[in-house]
């Protein structure tokens, strides 16, 4: 630990100093809050003519989460600057001079990134669930309650996932170099099950697109509704696969940074 203390507090400095990382941090915040706060708006403004169905489908802890995977993407745009600015600038060879273990430098970045966005994440997971129940409130519609087990887990759920795809943009922007294609390979991660899942045959969906890692997320956030868990991995199963795909995405770019020049 005494090794890696430095490598974490130089990388903390470095992170912190970007002027992009404040503003993304703000702008993950503000997106998450603003969008959330506005569906809740459109649901409570037409709520008196909602039919039936509408109303017993209502799911104050998932709208209160809407915003999240717009933050989401922009903590993953921030996780990969944090690596391909140092490969802009040319302080990425400093660094691995610095630091001649790679791994070390990874490691180190990712922690940095991960505690970020953590912190981060569980403050806007909070915020948006409580501004979207408030404006829920005032129009009479059903809420739902913070401290009852269910949505406390699926707020906290969500918020400390938050890191799972800055993590995973850390590591592509090692192994890709770039900003650009770290986050077209971070956007793919998110998207393309998605689009695949409506042409790929039944047998695809439920046996390969589970495992994605937006699909495991999915099911270790809903289990509030027992509607939206069918299907998807017990929560115990996806935070294994979760794991599976940090070490996946960690390894390649260890592979990556060993066997080239900065």
């Known amino acids: 630990m005494s090794a890696f203390a430095p490598t974490l507090r130089s990388e903390w400095t470095k992170l912190?100093?970007?002027?992009?990382?404040?503003?993304?941090?703000?702008?993950?915040?503000?997106?998450s809050v603003v969008l959330t706060g506005l569906l809740a708006l459109v649901i409570g403004a037409t709520w008196?003519?909602?039919?039936?169905?509408?109303?017993?489908?209502?799911?104050?802890?998932?709208?209160?989460?809407?915003?999240?995977?717009?933050?989401?993407?922009?903590?993953?745009?921030?996780?990969?600057?944090?690596?391909?600015?140092?490969?802009?600038?040319?302080?990425?060879?400093?660094?691995?001079t610095a630091t001649p273990r790679r791994g070390r430098?990874?490691?180190?970045?990712a922690a940095v990134v991960a505690g970020l966005?953590?912190?981060?994440?569980?403050?806007?997971?909070?915020?948006t669930f409580l501004v979207?129940?408030?404006?829920?409130?005032?129009?009479?519609v059903p809420t739902a309650d913070l401290g009852t087990g269910d949505a406390l887990r699926t707020v906290l759920g969500d918020g400390?996932?938050?890191?799972?795809?800055?993590v995973i943009a850390v590591a592509l922007g090692f192994a890709t170099r770039s900003t650009a294609g770290a986050v077209t390979s971070v956007l793919a991660v998110i998207f393309?099950?998605?689009?695949?899942?409506?042409?790929?045959?039944?047998?695809?969906?439920?046996?390969?697109?589970?495992?994605?890692p937006g699909a495991a997320s999915e099911a270790i956030t809903s289990g509030h509704l027992q509607s939206a868990t069918d299907g998807l991995l017990a929560p115990g199963v996806a935070a294994l696969v979760l794991a599976g795909w940090l070490a996946l995405f960690l390894g390649a770019a260890w592979l990556a940074l060993e066997g080239r020049d900065a």
């Open 16 to 31: 912190s100093s970007l002027r992009g990382t404040a503003y993304k941090l703000v702008l993950a915040f503000l997106l």
């Open 117 to 127: 966005t953590l912190v981060a994440g569980l403050i806007t997971a909070v915020t």
């Open 48 to 96: 008196d003519g909602a039919s039936v169905a509408d109303r017993a489908a209502h799911d104050p802890v998932g709208i209160g989460l809407f915003g999240s995977l717009f933050s989401a993407i922009v903590f993953a745009v921030l996780g990969a600057t944090a690596v391909t600015a140092e490969y802009s600038s040319g302080m990425m060879r400093m660094t691995l």
């Open 105 to 109: 430098v990874l490691a180190a970045k």
């Open 160 to 166: 400390v996932l938050m890191p799972v795809l800055p």
């Open 192 to 212: 393309l099950p998605w689009i695949l899942g409506g042409v790929l045959p039944a047998w695809w969906r439920e046996n390969v697109l589970d495992y994605v």
């Open 132 to 140: 979207a129940q408030a404006v829920f409130a005032s129009y009479g």
